[in-house]
């Protein structure tokens, strides 16, 4: 007889662990301190299912860049230089991990690619709506030392199974007619299999999958330490850390803040997924009426304002890019990403309770990676609950 479970968190990471639990026959209860699924860092989202984004950002180009973007007010990446040991400790650990960044990238895509079959077949079998459009995903390149970087970073994604080519300029008017390119665009790199979709309600609908068809329990609690008698899986985001805490496990995570946009009713707005590299901005087409917009980096704790001067650069790049677009009715987001100096989510169990699992920790992956991380932390904990029939 398999064990009751319980999932503290009910975004993408908590509510596809509980499926994979419960389709192995698991009684399953979800908590979570919101009424709703998904109503923190999985709300809103870039909404891009990508092993195109899996290079980790562990470089020294990396940091070069965030010193340069220290003095530059709308810059890509932001960091608050207030003293925190705990921010400060996550930057010489990112920094720490660079030498391993070309081993992570490259797992990092093939779990991608693992996650995109999963989700698919999820949707298939529970017959869920989530405004999935499937035109693949275009980056473009403005700088001839990113270029080079990419057709470098390619070849990994190439190894790990990942089909995507170079593309000249005229091959990206021709992959997205909708974009009006920038004067020095030097050429992209194009994949067919990446896809984008709603995450809210992908989550909202699975729920719905969940409590309706396998007896899934939704319970609208805070947790605030662990002490289980029974197997629980921690699945808080950026609150993992501190819930990790409360029984001597210390989680590198750090809160690294992001903002989007969605623009309603886009009837200028591009169908093919897009990231532009340059602006690290990234634009997804959610369904027939939206376009979600995204972008930006920032380091300065659990703060999540929606702080305009962040918001101003991704209406004024959607308006630069699609000519025509109407920014008038849009709707701001601001999100906190789980993200560990590695760039890897931590998926395994603790080890000074064995009745504690953690998956958590995907950065700005959580879409992309958690139908295969939860997958994995499921089967582990079956096999756990099996070895002690």
């Given at each position: 007889m ?6 503290v ?5 908590g509510?596809t ?5 419960a389709?192995?026959?698991?009684e ?6 919101r009424?709703?699924p998904a109503?923190?860092?999985s709300y809103g989202n870039?909404?891009?299912l990508?092993?195109?984004n899996?290079?980790t950002?562990?470089?020294w180009?990396?940091v070069k ?11 890509p ?7 925190s040991?705990?921010?400060y ?9 660079i030498?391993n960044?070309e081993?992570?990238?490259?797992d990092t895509?093939?779990?991608a690619l693992?996650?995109?079959?999963l989700?698919?077949?999820i949707a298939t079998?529970?017959n ?9 995903i275009?980056h473009?390149?403005t700088d001839q030392s990113?270029?080079?970087?990419a057709?470098k970073v390619?070849?990994?994604?190439n ?9 000249s300029p005229?091959?990206?008017l021709d992959i997205?007619?909708a974009l009006?390119p920038p004067?020095?665009?030097?050429g992209?790199?194009?994949n067919e299999?990446d ?20 007896n899934?329990?939704h319970?609208?609690k805070?947790?605030k330490?662990?002490n289980?008698?029974?197997p629980?899986?921690v ?8 819930l ?22 886009p009837e ?5 997924s897009m ?6 901005i990234?634009t997804?087409?959610?369904g027939?009426?939206?376009?979600r ?5 920032e380091?300065?704790?659990?703060n999540?304002?929606i ?5 101003r650069?991704?209406i004024?790049w959607?308006e ?6 109407n920014?008038?009715?849009i709707?701001?987001w601001?999100?906190?990403r ?19 699992y ?15 991380t939860?997958?994995?932390?499921a ?5 756990s609950?099996?070895?002690?029939k």
């Amino acid at each position: 007889m398999n064990k009751k479970v319980a999932i503290v968190g009910a975004g993408i990471a908590g509510i596809t662990t509980a499926y994979y639990l419960a389709r192995a026959g698991h009684e399953v209860v979800i908590y979570d301190k919101r009424k709703h699924p998904a109503m923190a860092t999985s709300y809103g989202n870039g909404g891009q299912l990508s092993a195109s984004n899996a290079e980790t950002w562990n470089s020294w180009r990396s940091v070069k860049k965030g010193v340069k973007w220290l003095f530059k007010a709308d810059a890509p990446l932001k960091i608050n230089p207030s003293i925190s040991i705990e921010k400060y400790t996550w930057i010489y650990r990112f920094i720490r991990a660079i030498p391993n960044a070309e081993k992570n990238t490259y797992d990092t895509c093939m779990w991608a690619l693992a996650a995109h079959k999963l989700y698919k077949e999820i949707a298939t079998r529970e017959n869920l709506s989530f405004d999935m459009v499937e035109k693949g995903i275009l980056h473009i390149y403005t700088d001839q030392s990113e270029l080079d970087n990419a057709r470098k970073v390619n070849k990994i994604y190439n190894k790990a199974g990942l089909e995507r080519w170079e593309v000249s300029p005229k091959e990206c008017l021709d992959i997205e007619p909708a974009l009006v390119p920038p004067p020095k665009l030097l050429g992209g790199f194009y994949n067919e299999t990446d896809f984008t979709g709603d995450i809210h309600k992908f989550c909202t609908n699975l729920l719905s999958v969940l409590e309706t068809k396998y007896n899934v329990k939704h319970v609208n609690k805070e947790v605030k330490f662990l002490n289980p008698d029974i197997p629980l899986v921690v699945c808080a985001g950026v609150n993992s850390r501190e819930l990790a805490k409360t029984i001597g496990d210390n989680l590198p995570i750090y809160p690294v803040k992001g903002y989007s946009i969605t623009i309603h009713n886009p009837e200028v707005a591009p169908w093919t997924s897009m990231l532009d590299d340059g602006a690290k901005i990234v634009t997804s087409r959610l369904g027939e009426d939206r376009l979600r917009v995204a972008g930006t980096a920032e380091l300065n704790g659990y703060n999540t304002d929606i702080i305009q001067r962040r918001i101003r650069p991704l209406i004024r790049w959607s308006e630069k890019m699609f000519p025509g677009i109407n920014t008038e009715y849009i709707t701001p987001w601001a999100g906190l990403r789980p993200m560990t100096p590695y760039m890897m989510p931590i998926v395994k169990r603790s080890k000074r309770n064995d009745n504690i699992y953690y998956n958590t920790g995907h950065g700005h992956l959580g879409w992309t990676l958690s139908a295969y991380t939860a997958q994995k932390i499921a089967e582990q904990i079956t096999e756990s609950s099996d070895a002690q029939k």
